[in-house]
């Protein structure tokens, strides 16, 4: 299942995946496929329908499958959905062909059990001081699971805001930002390390609050240096229909000395809502400029609401993100925009 299509000429399709694998649908385990061999668009049906002939490939989904999901590493796993009350026989066989009285197998059958876990990168916010740090929460959704999940971000300490944040339905990942006033508060260390982050979804009906993992034991925010970059955008807000296009313009503040390129990355974009005219090195304030501007194109199926996004600029030497605040886009129903 296609998550973004390519951003520019030399880019590549991304698909949804976890732990680094691409994400199998329907009970299927994803293949390579070698170059000039056909790829096609799906569309899924019930079983036992018939169609038409059209020149198009009919193929059947057998509910087989020889490697789980992200999780189960070597371990065979299967989403079944029964079509009706009856009997049904599950075959294991080893994909090497082997097989004897000392080849032991554990079969568990049971019902699903969708859940989700949120993990927070880095989970050891060192924000610059007057500055921004944008922190990335990434999803591990287990069987199935595929509802939008709301993040609650509490203890705060004083002096830093967080902007608000959700993981849309389906979604991978999501970034907020933590942005220091300047001022460096006489805090304990308590204080300091009182932020809490929790997630909470829907599940069959009730609601899962599940705590957002990191490696340590607290989160412990610190005030560093401040920033080599500030980033400002221009609107802060936008309303888009299917088939509009929306500017925003960056300005950058380069700071401490910098005077390097700043190429700049876009976050939180939604399906439908992609960058136009990227070009191979991407969106890039180069030396001797402190402005660039990037357009954003609605697509029909993107799903109406706000959303959230963020333009942030990079110092590459010293592998750092500025974001700017939130950029507020507001897809609407409406009709979609007749082409010039």
């Known amino acids: 299942k296609i998550l973004k299509f390519p951003a520019g000429p030399d880019s590549d399709v991304k698909f949804y995946s976890e732990g680094g694998l691409r994400k199998g649908m329907f009970g299927t385990t994803p293949t390579g496929h070698a170059l000039n061999t056909p790829v096609y668009k799906v569309e899924i049906h019930p079983p036992a329908m018939s169609f038409p002939p059209n020149g198009m490939p009919l193929r059947q989904l057998y509910w087989r499958n020889d490697d789980g999901e992200a999780g189960y590493q070597s371990d065979s796993a299967i989403l079944f959905d029964v079509p009706e009350d009856a009997k049904y026989r599950v075959m294991i066989r080893d994909v090497r062909g082997e097989g004897g009285p000392d080849f032991r197998y554990r079969l568990v059958i049971r019902k699903r059990k969708e ?115 500030h980033t400002t955008v221009s609107p802060d807000s936008l309303t888009l229909s299917p088939g509009e296009t929306g500017t925003v313009q960056v300005t950058i503040e380069r700071k401490n000395g910098f005077k390097g390129r700043v190429p700049l990355e876009v976050s939180n974009l939604p399906q439908g809502l992609s960058l136009l005219d990227v070009g191979l090195n991407g969106i890039l304030i180069t030396e001797g400029q402190t402005s660039r501007s990037f357009s954003i194109f609605c697509e029909e199926y993107t799903s109406p609401g706000e959303y959230l996004i963020y333009a942030a600029g990079r110092v590459e030497s010293l592998g750092e993100k500025h974001p700017s605040i939130p950029i507020r886009v507001t897809v609407t129903t409406g009709q979609r925009a007749a082409a010039n």
């Not at 989700?116 to 050891?124: A, E, L, N, R, T």
């Not at 609050?209 to 610190?222: K, S, W």
Request: overall charge negative.
């Open 115 to 229: 859940d989700f876990s949120v993990s927070m990168s880095p989970d050891y916010p060192n924000v610059p001081l007057g500055g921004t740090l944008p922190v990335t929460l990434s999803i591990d959704r287990r069987e199935n699971f595929s509802g939008q999940v709301e993040i609650e971000i509490q203890g705060v300490p004083q002096g830093i805001t967080a902007s608000p944040v959700r993981i849309q339905p389906n979604g991978v990942d999501a970034v907020f930002t933590l942005t220091s006033d300047g001022t460096r508060p006489d805090l304990t260390n308590e204080e300091w390390a009182s932020l809490k982050v929790t997630a909470r979804g829907m599940i069959e009906g009730e609601e899962a609050i599940r705590p957002v993992g990191f490696a340590f034991g607290h989160l412990v925010t610190t005030l560093t240096s401040p920033p080599t970059l």
